[in-house]
């Protein structure tokens, strides 16, 4: 009886520190959220700036000719999964929702992947990246990859026909949930080119261009699409602490009900057994007399 009440503490014992453990991760996944949350706020004003910018390009050109067209050749898919585990089915729907868009698209397509998980899930479906990266740890890590891929693709140079550049990554929604989603942000779509010609200065005082329009309008794309990786980057990661967290609140759920079952095995064990001590001592006495 001994031996079992103490295997018993041992295991209250192991329950409460893992419980301690999971209530960490858990403050460490939703102050993750509210940082790339804030990060995504953060950079909307900046997003706003460069489409001004393109206005400022576009208003006095009757035809934006010199905007990337669209292309007829391949497709570049960029998927931003995680490298970290204990997040539900993050990667495996992304993947899943990869592959049946991979199958319905009749130009040749090449893939790059940011995460580790993500690279082996797509390699299990027969779909081999070009190239990899890992998951960026912090804002400022998303920064240097954001620039490490512009820099490392020849393919996302804005040539006259560059080729399409379709991202997929997980977006969340309502407050601990997320979907896989997907982002063309190559060729640059028509309607958005309307909005930008039709959209008003915000002041009297109309912008000036200094130099070449068209220079200026692919640094404001270049601009526009380090700030498109940014977005997904960002809203990837606030997804992946996402599901981190309701994966932990799950965690936390059954280690509380199985904590409380070997609590109640635990004292009835040792009513038990102060029982058993008791009947002992009374058969005693009664032996003596």
């Known amino acids: 009886m ?21 209530h960490t991760m858990k403050a460490l996944a939703a102050s993750g959220i509210h940082q790339y949350q804030e990060a995504v706020a953060a950079l909307e004003p900046y997003l706003d700036t460069v489409e001004l910018g393109l206005v400022a390009c576009l208003q006095p050109l009757p035809n934006a000719a ?6 007829t050749g391949e ?4 998927i931003i999964g995680s490298d970290q585990g204990l997040v539900g ?5 992304l993947a899943t929702f990869v592959a049946n868009a991979v199958q319905h698209q009749s130009q040749p397509t090449r893939l790059i992947t940011v995460g580790e998980r993500i690279y082996d899930q797509l390699q299990d479906m027969n779909l081999r990246p070009i190239r990899h990266y890992p ?38 929604y309502q407050s601990t949930r ?65 599901s981190r967290l309701a994966a ?22 040792r009513q038990d057994s102060i029982d058993a001590e008791l009947f002992d001592v009374l058969y005693g006495f009664e032996s003596l007399e």
């Not at 089915?89 to 729907?93: D, G, K, L, M, S």
């Not at 400022?140 to 379709?166: F, H, K, N, R």
Request: charged share 15%; with cysteine.
């Open 2 to 22: 001994t031996d079992t009440l103490l295997g018993l503490r041992r295991k209250i014992a192991s329950a409460r520190d893992l419980a301690s453990v999971v």
């Open 66 to 71: 010199i905007l990337p067209q669209a292309a």
């Open 75 to 78: 497709q570049l898919l960029i």
């Open 89 to 93: 089915q993050f990667n495996e729907a």
């Open 135 to 172: 998951v960026p740890a912090s804002v400022t890590s998303i920064t240097e990859l954001c620039q490490t891929l512009l820099l490392d693709t020849p393919l996302l140079q804005l040539t006259a026909q560059p080729p399409g550049l379709v991202l997929y990554y997980n977006r969340p």
């Open 178 to 242: 997320y979907r896989p989603h997907r982002q063309t942000v190559l060729p640059i779509s028509q309607a958005w080119q309307d909005h930008l010609q039709l959209r008003h200065w915000p002041t009297n005082n109309l912008p000036e261009l200094y130099g070449s329009a068209e220079t200026t309008l692919r640094s404001l794309l270049q601009e526009y699409l380090f700030a498109s990786l940014f977005r997904a980057c960002a809203e990837s990661l606030a997804s992946e602490h996402s």
């Open 248 to 269: 932990m609140q799950r965690a936390e759920t059954n280690i509380n009900e199985q904590l409380d079952l070997l609590q109640h095995h635990y004292h009835r064990r």
